[in-house]
């Protein structure tokens, strides 16, 4: 189980990495336009390009950005203890909000699978029936300490901004075992990239 | 604004007040003042100290200094925050979020921007009509039709 710890040693993220076709925003952006008022739950860290693009449509955008919010404390992330217990003080909403799209991106290799159990427990009550969730699995053997930054550069094109830092085994999580973890929800469309990332599209079952 | 070299993005608002087209004077909270209540003026406004309770100054802008903590819900015609904010913000004309702002709470403005490197946590309102607001200036992929709030992209 790796933990966000600490900024103090962290560069910048790797803005040379280019931009890659990402199918899976493709998806996510034909939802957002079918000219509802929706509302988006996006994990991320605020962004300008991504809340300029959202601006373009009826929406309201929630930034609970966990990137920021997770425990922090000397600049890797390393064995800790489970996040969940954090996750009602890290998603605290005033009613009782429902989203039409959930932008994980690719935070879930960095909890245990315990924790991802509980994340799905967790979210799928702010889940609408028809709603996407989109999160990038590391199929790589290894993946960065830190999780990255996503910054949409088009409907289709994902920039991941990559921190310079060390790396840790990845999950490499299957769809199955992703589904076996997230119980409260099912495969809509999956896609491998390759750049070592698969784009999983989930629905609330 | 996509696909735009950064030279060509629009960059936020300095430091200064933006001008109220009502009026020219300017107040200043300073450092080491901290106000509990609700404030009401007519005036542009800087605040560097600490204020609670609420702020509205609908034809005037607020500038939230590096220094400055507001938790209050805001409304102003332009509200600037380099310091730290929690609660909303109402714009009746943009909201800007610079690098070194922290904002806990919700946004809702006809423009909207946030530098890359705030700390946000909290919604921003894409669909607060206004006859200022114009198209995001993006990459052309970009085809909603809902046009009714801009963000502005500001990358460092």
Redesign the interface.
Same mark, same amino acid.
């Given at each position: 189980m790796f933990k966000v710890q600490g900024a103090a040693h962290l560069s910048a993220p790797d803005s040379d990495q280019p931009a890659y076709r990402s199918p899976g925003l493709q998806l996510i952006f034909k939802r957002? #336009?079918n000219?509802d008022?929706i509302n988006i739950l996006d994990f991320g860290s /605020? =962004? !300008? #390009?991504n809340? @300029? $693009? $959202?601006?373009? &449509? /009826?929406?309201? =955008? &929630?930034? !609970? +950005?966990w990137l920021?919010?997770l425990p922090l404390s000397d600049g890797c992330w390393a064995e800790s203890p489970a996040f969940s217990p954090l996750f009602p003080e890290l998603l605290s909403f005033d009613t009782k909000e429902q989203f039409d799209v959930i932008l994980g991106w690719d935070i879930i290799n960095y909890f245990d699978e315990d924790d991802i159990r509980r994340f799905s427990r967790f979210i799928a009550p702010y889940t609408k029936p028809d709603a996407l969730c989109f999160f990038s699995v590391i199929t790589q053997k290894n993946m960065a300490m830190q999780p990255a930054k996503y910054r949409i550069? !088009? @409907? +289709?094109?994902l920039h991941c901004e990559q921190y310079d830092c060390d790396e840790c085994p990845s999950p490499r999580f299957t769809q199955s075992r992703l589904l076996e973890l997230m119980k409260e929800f099912q495969a809509h469309r999956s896609f491998l990239l390759q750049n070592g990332r698969q784009e999983q599209i989930l629905r609330i079952r | 604004m996509f696909g735009k070299p950064e030279s060509e993005m629009q960059e936020p608002q300095t430091s200064k007040v933006p001008a109220s087209s009502s009026s020219r004077e300017q107040a200043t909270i300073g450092s080491s003042i901290a106000i509990k209540g609700d404030l009401i003026g007519e005036e542009d406004l800087v605040v560097h100290g600490r204020l609670e309770g609420t702020v509205t100054l609908k034809q005037n802008s607020l500038l939230v200094g590096k220094d400055g903590h507001i938790k209050a819900d805001v409304r102003a015609r332009v509200i600037v925050v380099e310091g730290r904010v929690e609660g909303g913000l109402f714009g009746d004309e943009q909201v800007i979020i610079k690098k070194s702002g922290v904002v806990q709470g919700n946004i809702e403005a006809p423009r909207v921007a946030l530098e890359d490197g705030c700390k946000f946590k909290g919604s921003i309102e894409m669909s607060v009509a206004s006859s200022n607001a114009k198209p995001a200036a993006a990459t052309g992929t970009n085809p909603g039709s809902g046009h009714k709030a801009e963000a502005v992209a500001i990358r460092k």
């Open positions: 957002i #336009n000219g008022k /605020p =962004l !300008a #390009n809340v @300029e $693009f $959202f601006s373009s &449509y /009826p929406c309201r =955008l &929630y930034i !609970a +950005d920021q919010s550069m !088009a @409907e +289709d094109s | -």
